[in-house]
């Protein structure tokens, strides 16, 4: 019963239906298109044979010379397709015939002329055409075109079953691995989404019910002489001094589990998140910023090309849910980081916080008072500084 209502049937048989239609107005098209070629065909020939046949006949008739009328006549009927052509006078008498025998009914159309000397009808001229070859000619086409069609939609149905069979049989036996067990519906996909259904409300209800609070963490590399930088360098190297920023970046979030977001064209940002604001998380925070200061630095020193930035880092509380919330409080971040970027020199590196004071803050790295719930951090302890310099070194052979 399953296999019954088989999406696989259904495309399979979608394909082919539509298959079956452009055959059949595009059949109806050239069958109609090739008729109208071979009969204008047929007319052709016959046309130009009696204009021919008039210019030669028409002197040897006028001097009554009988034997070069039948050298014409004969003449006209060596074409293939030209089967008698005569010559009748004006009382429709025969005067002068050549043919050919016919072995077999043929499919035959006849033409004829007046012949005229000095605005006077002197004579009848009159060609039977053999139009059967010219009509099996342009219906051959046809059939060729009918051959490829049918081969074409054999195939193009046959693909079609083989790839959808496949992908249905994956489908189905995701639906068979996830729990429930319900009736086959029409399809496979209907019975995929109706299984997966109690799944998917059981997570938008648990998501409802769930806190959507984070301690974000916004850090923001300021690039200050990024405009000197876009005189200095041409289009070429400008692009490939940020690919490779690019690329530090990336790798150095991967290690410690930070998200690239927007920034603006003098600066770079990236958040790290947590449950909960910890010094641990701030640890991480400023353990990520040092190693990308350091990589950078020897990025700079490799290209030989200036970089003048500095970091900062602010953080705070931020629903993830709905999105305008999560994204008013990046905003408010990203706003606070440039009012302090903007009064720092280049290579500082300044943590903002006003959840712990410098003496809390004394236990994961040193720092020095710049402002309010403003520090610059000045280094690690011992044991804290090898661990960053391993890393350093793995970030430098994967980047540089």
């Not at 050549?98 to 009808?121: D, H, M, V």
């Amino acid at each position: 019963m399953r296999h019954q209502f088989a999406m696989s049937k259904k495309i399979s048989a979608v394909v082919l239906s539509l298959c079956l239609l452009f055959g059949f107005v595009s059949w109806l098209l050239l069958s109609a298109q090739t008729t109208q070629l071979a009969e204008q065909a047929v007319l052709d020939r016959g046309n130009s044979t009696l204009g021919q046949l008039n210019e030669l006949i028409l002197a040897p008739l006028f001097n009554n010379d009988t034997i070069s009328v039948q050298v014409a006549l004969k003449k006209a009927t060596e074409d293939p397709s030209i089967l008698s052509a005569s010559l009748f006078g004006v009382d429709r008498a025969l005067i002068a015939q050549s043919a050919k025998p016919q072995l077999q009914q043929l499919k035959t159309e006849t033409f004829t002329r007046n012949i005229e000397l000095q605005n006077t009808q002197a004579g009848i001229i009159s060609v039977v055409v053999n139009s059967q070859p010219i009509y099996e000619q342009y219906h051959r086409v046809l059939t060729n075109w009918l051959i490829l069609w049918l081969s074409f939609t054999l195939l193009s149905t046959y693909l079609c079953y083989r790839f959808s069979d496949q992908l249905t049989e994956r489908i189905r036996r995701l639906s068979d691995r996830l729990p429930g067990s319900i009736e086959q519906l029409s399809d496979e996909i209907t019975t995929l989404e109706r299984k997966i259904q109690p799944l998917l409300s059981t997570t938008g209800e648990s998501t409802l019910n769930t806190s959507n609070i984070y301690y974000y963490s916004l850090i923001t590399a300021n690039l200050k002489n990024h405009q000197r930088l876009n005189n200095q360098l041409n289009r070429e190297n400008l692009e490939h001094l940020f690919e490779k920023l690019d690329y530090c970046i990336l790798r150095t979030l991967q290690l410690y589990g930070g998200n690239r977001i927007e920034g603006n064209n003098d600066s770079i940002c990236f958040t790290i998140g947590s449950t909960h604001c910890s010094k641990q998380h701030l640890l991480v925070c400023l353990m990520a910023v040092y190693s990308l200061q350091q990589l950078l630095e020897h990025l700079s020193a490799k290209l030989g090309i200036d970089l003048e930035i500095n970091w900062t880092i602010s953080s705070d509380n931020i629903s993830t849910a709905p999105q305008f919330r999560y994204e008013q409080g990046i905003v408010a971040l990203k706003q606070q980081n440039a009012e302090l970027a903007d009064r720092l020199q280049e290579g500082l590196i300044v943590l903002n916080c006003d959840r712990f004071s410098i003496d809390e803050l004394s236990s994961i790295a040193r720092f020095q008072n710049y402002d309010d719930h403003c520090f610059i951090l000045e280094g690690f302890p011992e044991n804290r500084q090898q661990l960053l310099e391993k890393q350093l070194e793995h970030l430098i052979g994967l980047c540089l």
